[in-house]
């Protein structure tokens, strides 16, 4: 017995519009959990790289072990990096979230350090001649003049968590990778590609956004250009 030339979900078809309507609440639910993990983990990580880049800018000798660090905890595998939390987390959200905020740190760090030392000299005596302090030089000069730069870390940062929220499917918390995850078990292609265009989407839609907050915070960039 054939399946009704109009039924799509019965054909397995890639592209399904009958899955969209029939599964509309799932799919909400996915969405809402990966943009959930993606902006916490982004977060946490940019409030833990700030004072880490700080630290490695104002102490010569922490840029090294920092740096280094970061990197060596960014080319840890997926996997291996949530069976290494996987006993102080569990299976939960958090476990996710712990790992894309170890792999964050490389990319913000680098970043915003990049920004931090690329401040002119000439700037920071011209605002500690006008009576700056090191918080408000920090605070009104360096860290605007760091933006850009420190954005760049950012837009990649949040892109690649968009990327490895999937993997948290392994332990029931991947957001749009639960559904890839079970989809390619029952090679349900409607679920598959679904997941996955949604997966590009929330990254292109979220990179748009952080193009447009740099514009809005650093005017002065668009003048020069």
Not at 70 to 77: A, M, R, S, W
Request: aromatic share 6%.
């Amino acid at each position: 017995m054939t399946a009704p030339p109009d039924d799509c979900l019965a054909r397995n078809d890639w592209i399904c519009g009958a899955y969209l309507t029939s599964r509309r609440e799932i799919l909400r639910d996915a969405v809402l959990q990966h943009l959930q993990l993606t902006a916490v983990s982004v977060c946490i990580g940019l409030l833990l790289a700030l004072p880490l880049a700080l630290a490695a800018r104002r102490l010569r000798w922490a840029a090294g072990p920092v740096l280094g660090v970061t990197t060596i905890l960014y080319t840890v595998p997926s996997l291996a990096m949530f069976s290494l939390l996987l006993p102080v987390y569990g299976l939960s959200a958090s476990l996710v979230v712990a790992g894309l905020v170890l792999y964050s740190l490389s990319v913000l760090v680098r970043n915003i350090l990049a920004g931090l030392r690329a401040v002119p000299e000439e700037t920071r005596q011209a605002a500690r001649g006008m009576g700056y302090g090191p918080v408000r030089l920090l605070v009104a000069v360096e860290l605007p003049l760091a933006l850009p730069a420190a954005m760049v870390g950012l837009r990649i940062a949040t892109v690649s968590a968009v990327s490895l929220v999937t993997v948290g499917a392994i332990v029931g918390y991947g957001g749009l990778g639960n559904l890839i995850y079970s989809g390619m078990n029952t090679y349900f292609k409607a679920q598959v590609l679904t997941a996955s265009v949604l997966c590009v989407v929330i990254a292109v839609a979220a990179d748009l956004l952080l193009v447009g907050a740099q514009r809005l915070l650093t005017p002065w960039t668009r003048r020069r250009s």
